[in-house]
């Protein structure tokens, strides 16, 4: 928040995949790095700006999974709408997830099958919702021709757009009913959120009707999917 809210414009380096990175990111991460460490010193990081070798990783049963500033691009337009997502893993299950919003100063989480929205001091469980038409939401910074053609033959609907794994969740907390996704994310881009959606009855399934799936893989991508609670 220091960097989002000081008085120069907010600059951005381009990574080897081309995606931006600013100065939040890498000081979250650190701070983030800590914590986790002192926590949990038995249990390995896996941070977007510190991806293990596929030799280290190929290993783990148990790790965090952590984005330390999703949003890059909403953090860049100062829109708000960007999280800090961590993620607990075991045996490929995200069965904890933290998802926080700085600007906005929300906290959703999950644990145990249960998930929560924590906002102006208040802690409510959540639960997914469903509404006709449903609302779908979308991207705010992606979109595409497979997502609009999806649209298209959905039938009726609504839709909605925001940044960053707030979409898991908005379906999470019973505002939308759907998020469709066909381009590209990265593990640590959904594991916290995927975590909140499932933990309040969604289903996240990629489009052959699996669970996304985060046991160590060599490559951190992950396939295209769909958050519902259908």
Partial sequence: MQVYEGQKPLEATQKSDDSPVTAADIAAHTIILKGLQTLTPEIPVLSE???????????????????????????????????????????????????????????????EGKAWKEENGTRNQIQVRDARPPLVVISRSHSDDELKE??????????????????????????????????????????????????????????????????PRESFLNPGFRVSIY
């Fill in 49 to 111: 700006e510190d991806p293990q070798s596929w030799e280290t990783r190929q290993s783990w049963d148990r790790y965090w999974l952590v984005d330390p500033l999703d949003g890059t691009k909403e953090f860049l337009k100062r829109n708000g709408e960007f999280t800090v997502n961590i993620a607990l893993i075991e045996k490929g299950k995200a069965v904890l997830g933290v998802v926080y919003a700085p600007v906005l100063n929300v906290m959703y989480s999950a644990a």
């Fill in 150 to 215: 999806y649209l298209h033959q959905l039938g009726e609907h609504q839709t909605t757009s925001i940044g960053s794994s707030l979409k898991f969740c908005l379906v999470a907390e019973g505002q939308a009913q759907l998020y469709p996704r066909f381009g590209p994310t990265n593990i640590w881009d959904t594991a916290a959120g995927h975590a909140v959606a499932a933990a309040a009855g969604a289903h996240v399934h990629d489009w052959q009707g699996k669970p996304l799936d985060y046991t």
